[in-house]
Structure formats: structure tokens, C-alpha cells
């Protein structure tokens, strides 16, 4: 069993900057892979980034690619996703998870945080 917690969302203006954090407990964390996933009002929950534990990444490119960078400290057991130039868009509750399986797909990911919210305005 993996614990997640999530750390750092908020306010910020439109072109400002975050940087999200998740603190991973209970078993070992560094042979996960770490997602970012994120959900708006509304909408489906979808991908954002992950890494997996040799530090290999995987963006959604169409969204994030260039603005979000994703990162891992196995040694703290923290996963970060940085994000700059945010936009209203951006704005949504944002989830880590942890899973055997690196890739972009929910099913993959086996435990997941309660998430934090990011508001972007305009």
C-alpha cells in the first residue's frame, strides 16, 4: 500500500506559476512509476505527466508540453510537478498516483492522492 498526499495548490494569476508536491509513504516508492493526472468541473480526469523511477518522462504534449516539468526525489519520496505560463484552462483539481506500469493511462495507476486544487485567473 502507497500513501499520496498532495501538496501546494492555489490562486494564481494567468501566466504565473506552481509547483505541486506529492509525499509518497508506506512501501517502497522508488520502483513506482508517479502520474500527474488532472480534472476540471465537469470533465473527465486526464493525464498530465509522468516519470517513472530511472527519471524517464512522458508529457501530454498537446496541453502541458514546454510549460509543465515533472520530477522525483526517490530520496524523499516526493514526486513535483512544476508549472509555469499557466492558463485559465489549467485550472482543475490535480491528482498524483503511483503504479507498476509507466504510461499515460488512469488504469495503470494503482494508488492516487485526494488531490489539489489549482484556480487560474484571468
Known amino acids: 500500500q502507497v500513501q499520496l498526499v498532495e501538496s501546494g495548490g492555489g490562486l494564481v494569476q494567468a501566466g504565473g506559476s506552481l509547483r505541486l508536491s506529492c509525499a509518497a509513504s508506506?512501501?517502497?516508492?522508488?520502483?513506482?512509476?508517479m502520474g500527474w493526472f488532472r480534472q476540471a468541473p465537469g470533465k473527465e480526469r486526464e493525464f498530465v505527466a509522468a516519470i517513472n523511477w530511472g527519471g524517464s518522462t512522458i508529457y501530454d504534449a498537446d496541453s502541458v508540453k514546454g510549460r509543465f516539468t515533472i520530477s522525483r526525489d526517490n530520496a524523499k519520496n516526493t514526486v513535483y510537478l512544476q508549472m509555469n505560463s499557466l492558463k485559465p484552462d489549467d485550472a482543475a483539481v490535480y491528482y498524483c498516483?503511483?503504479?507498476?506500469?509507466?504510461?499515460?493511462?488512469?488504469?495503470?495507476?494503482?494508488?492516487w492522492g485526494q488531490g489539489t486544487q489549482v484556480t487560474v485567473s484571468s
Open positions: 498516483a503511483a503504479g507498476a506500469v509507466f504510461g499515460k493511462m488512469i488504469t495503470q495507476y494503482i494508488f
Open positions: 508506506g512501501r517502497s516508492f522508488s520502483g513506482y512509476a
